[in-house]
């Protein structure tokens, strides 16, 4: 890999450690208020709306600088939403905030893959990223857990700096403070990511305009056989790993007494098993044969339904590691797959782009359904069944559907073949 992957790797680690441990410190701020228990997922709900919301904008903003560039502005937003909790503004609000950064880093992040390095080498660097981001969610969701603990927190509530912190009154409120510094280093690493010398052609800004050619673009990819399959893939399962999330923790409190900070430290836990799945896919499955790891997310499904039969601590963690590592085994080339249809299709940002517009709408749409089941009192165990038995049926659907897709003619000897257009490069 060249050296300024490792820049980009470095600047993503630290932005999503940081947003990680922001959720779970927003949650302990919704107890600390004393909020409805259905208003924790909206919490997700909030920060992802500015994915579909600024997608037909975004993209041709990432393409318009440098991504260095973009990332380093977009996660100087994200500082600003987490200042906002921290001097009082609603959870909601102020992690809103964060999703717009976030919303903006995203097309940056992965579009300068495709401008810094070949398509073979696609998965492998999908691999790396998607592994060190579940990592920093690990890390993330670990240390947001550790920061609002008693004991830690205690400490932090301590701490006097002259002239800026006079002291601190809550846990959540310690917590953020240090979360900060998780976007203050990002932000170092971002101001050293080398310029690719990709340039596109010169981006609309017309609202109208730039809406219609996202629509344009969002017509173009769907319609691709591959493309519809890995997009199709990629927006089942970010949907259904936002809601995981919140269900773990509550599948934690009911099924095995555990605390807010003990069930972020399992949720993190399940990440590890999406780490070490990506990181196997990035070595063994090649791009041309990304479409064969289809039949593990109906596996996924069926695991998850068995997470109903646990009560004991270590097979609960046995358990979600294998839901991770099936998980992280059969997104990783999908999602590699759909960027290198994307920039061979449209340019890097704008795929990222509708990517992130088609995941977010799925997630925005499965929160909404898992906050309306919890605020209808339905049981942790009806939900998880709900919850596999429809990505099970999900995935089966996409299989079929490839497989139609596959009889007309050969649509996976496309992979790899094409050339992107519409780049300009300068060096």
Same mark, same amino acid.
């Given at each position: ?11 993503q680690?630290f932005?999503s ?10 949650? *302990? ?14 919490l997700?709900?909030?920060?992802? %709306? +500015?994915?579909? @919301?600024l ?6 903003f990432a ?8 990332m ?14 921290? =001097?009082?503004f609603h ?6 905030? %964060?999703g ?5 880093? /995203?097309?940056?992040k ?5 401008e ?5 080498k696609l998965?492998?660097?999908?691999g ?18 550790f920061?609002? /603990?008693? +004991?830690? *927190?205690?400490?932090?509530? #301590?701490m006097h ?15 953020? =403070? ?9 932000? %170092? ?6 310029d690719?010398?990709?340039?596109y052609?010169?981006?609309?800004n ?7 050619? =996202?629509f344009?673009?969002?017509k173009?990819l769907? +319609? ?17 790993? *936002? ?8 599948w ?8 807010l ?5 399992? #949720?993190?836990?399940?990440a ?12 063994i ?11 593990m ?12 039969? @646990?009560h004991?601590?270590?097979v609960?963690v ?11 085994? =059969?997104v ?5 797959l759909?960027?290198?249809?994307g ?7 704008r795929?990222?782009?509708? #990517? ?7 997630v925005?749409?499965?929160?909404g359904?898992y906050?309306?089941?919890? /605020?209808?009192?339905?049981?942790v ?12 049926a *999900?995935?089966?659907? @996409?299989? @079929?559907?490839?497989r ?16 992107? %257009? ?6």
């Amino acid at each position: 890999m060249k050296p300024g992957f490792y820049t980009i790797m470095a600047a993503q680690f630290f932005s999503s450690l940081a947003d990680n441990a922001l959720l779970i410190a927003a949650i *302990a701020l919704l107890f600390q208020i004393q909020s409805p228990e259905w208003m924790t997922p909206l919490l997700k709900l909030f920060f992802v %709306v +500015s994915y579909v @919301v600024l997608a037909p904008f975004v993209g041709g903003f990432a393409d318009t600088l440098p991504k260095g560039k973009v990332m380093f502005i977009t996660n100087a937003i994200k500082v600003i939403g987490c200042l906002m909790m921290f =001097f009082g503004f609603h959870p909601l609000v102020s992690y809103a905030v %964060v999703g717009f950064g976030a919303a903006a880093y /995203s097309p940056a992040k992965y579009g300068i893959l495709t401008e810094l390095l070949p398509h073979d080498k696609l998965v492998a660097a999908n691999g790396w990223i998607e592994g060190l981001t579940v990592l920093s969610i690990i890390l993330g969701t670990m240390l947001g857990g550790f920061l609002i /603990s008693p +004991s830690t *927190a205690q400490h932090l509530m #301590q701490m006097h700096i002259p002239g800026i912190i006079e002291g601190m009154k809550t846990p959540a409120e310690a917590a953020i =403070f240090v979360i900060t510094f998780g976007y203050l280093i990002a932000a %170092v690493f971002n101001l050293n990511i080398p310029d690719t010398g990709a340039r596109y052609e010169p981006q609309l800004n017309h609202p109208i305009i730039m809406t219609r050619k =996202f629509f344009g673009c969002f017509k173009r990819l769907w +319609s691709d056989k591959l493309g519809q399959i890995s997009l199709a893939v990629t927006t089942l399962f970010w949907g259904a790993g *936002a809601t995981l999330q919140f269900i773990v923790l509550k599948w934690a409190e009911a099924a095995l007494g555990l605390s807010l900070d003990k069930g972020a430290m399992l #949720q993190g836990i399940c990440a590890f098993g999406v780490a070490g799945g990506a990181i196997i896919a990035a070595k063994i499955i090649p791009l041309k044969k990304s479409m064969r790891v289809l039949p593990m997310g109906i596996a996924m499904g069926l695991v998850c339904m068995l997470m109903t039969q @646990v009560h004991n601590l270590t097979v609960a963690v046995v358990l979600i590691i294998i839901i991770g590592g099936l998980s992280g085994f =059969f997104v990783v080339p999908m999602n590699a797959l759909l960027q290198h249809r994307g920039h061979v299709l449209m340019s890097a940002g704008r795929s990222i782009a509708i #990517q992130n517009f088609n995941e977010n709408i799925s997630v925005l749409t499965m929160l909404g359904i898992y906050a309306l089941l919890i /605020s209808l009192n339905v049981h942790v165990n009806t939900v998880i069944l709900m919850f596999g038995g429809f990505v099970m049926a *999900a995935m089966f659907l @996409v299989i @079929v559907w490839h497989r139609h897709n596959q009889s007309l003619y050969d649509v996976e000897a496309q992979i790899g073949e094409e050339r992107p %257009v519409g780049i300009q490069t300068q060096r």
